[in-house]
């Protein structure tokens, strides 16, 4: 008989369905403070569907697209669960939703902390409160369409394999990094 959708699921259960070793749950548990299973008399744990929510993400995040620890662990202070989450469930609405949540927030903080001024003085708050990184292209403005000869950007297929040729850097770091 197959569980609610609602119900706590064993570590062993979890393992099994996302395709991860017990020890490597245990392990993230102590890398990433949102993880929180619920643990019962003699240590066993128990996790929220909520927690393995944002395991699967986590786990898509480190082994489909070459994030280190450190990486997904900025990811999640800069953006929160729910961003990973969405992640993890192919959610790209919620994800650009969420970066575009995120964006707004920063150019409200840098408008906020911009001195009133002339025109020229605005146009610096706003270049400063653009992201300085994008995820998976989200936050992309006008500046990202076709490009005109003669202009010194990328084409967004160059830029794609670009992107491609990071994610496959970054995989092989994770791998080194699992080596030392």
């Known amino acids: 008989m197959d569980k609610s959708p ?18 490597v749950l245990r392990f993230w ?12 008399g003699g240590g066993r744990r128990y996790y929220r569907p909520q ?8 786990r898509f995040m480190l082994y489909d697209q070459g994030y280190t620890i450190k990486g997904v ?7 929160g669960v729910q961003f990973v989450v969405a992640i993890g469930n192919g959610d790209l609405a919620a994800v650009e939703a969420i970066a ?27 270049a400063r409160a653009k992201p300085s990184r994008r995820f ?8 990202d369409g076709p490009v005109q000869p003669g202009e010194g950007r990328l084409s967004r297929d160059n ?12 995989e092989c770091k994770r791998l080194l990094d699992q080596v030392r």
């Open 100 to 126: 575009q949540r995120r964006q707004a927030e920063a150019q409200a903080e840098a408008a906020a902390s911009q001195p009133r001024g002339g025109e020229d003085e605005m146009l610096v708050g706003e």
């Open 136 to 143: 998976f292209g989200l936050g992309r403005g006008e500046e």
């Open 29 to 40: 548990e102590t890398r990433f403070n949102q993880i929180k299973p619920m643990k019962r």
């Open 51 to 58: 927690d393995v929510e944002l395991i699967k993400g986590i």
């Open 6 to 23: 609602d119900a706590f699921r064993t570590i062993s259960e979890v393992a099994e369905d996302l395709d991860l070793q017990q020890h």
């Open 159 to 170: 830029r794609a394999l670009l992107q491609e040729a990071l994610f496959d850097l970054l």
């Open 73 to 79: 662990q900025k990811l999640l202070k800069e953006n």
